[in-house]
Nanobody, 127 residues
């Protein structure tokens, strides 16, 4: 079992930046592949970014490439999502998720493949 707690959300103007953090506790957090997802009102939960256990490999949704960066600090059991050049369409609840290690090339983009989820943090981007 692993517990995930997100923080760093808030209200920001378009063009601004936020950094989300997700702290993992419980079983060894470095054994988990991590991902960020988001869900806007009335919409499905969408993939944002994922990172493998070592932090070397990442993947991004097309809509956030070149603007968002996922990273992790295994010594702190923490995953980050740096969000720059924010747009109103980025407004959503952002969720951190974890799935047990399945290999260096495993950092899925599908929500159902993740076993553990945080409670979410609201990001609101005003125009």
């Amino acid at each position: 079992q692993v517990q995930l707690v997100e923080s760093g959300g808030g209200l920001v103007q378009a063009g601004g930046s936020l950094r989300l953090s997700c702290v993992a506790s419980g079983r060894t957090a470095t054994s988990y592949t991590m991902g960020w997802f988001r869900q806007a009102p009335g919409k499905e939960r969408d993939f944002v970014a994922s990172i493998n256990w070592s932090g070397v490999s990442t993947d991004y949704a097309d809509s956030v490439k070149e603007r968002f960066t996922i990273s992790r600090d295994n010594a702190k059991n923490t995953v980050y999502l740096q969000m720059n050049s924010l747009k109103p369409e980025d407004t959503a609840i952002y969720y951190c998720a974890a799935v047990a290690y399945h290999g260096d090339s495993y950092y899925p983009t599908t929500p159902r493949l993740y076993n553990y989820w945080g409670q979410g943090t609201q990001v609101t981007v005003s125009s």
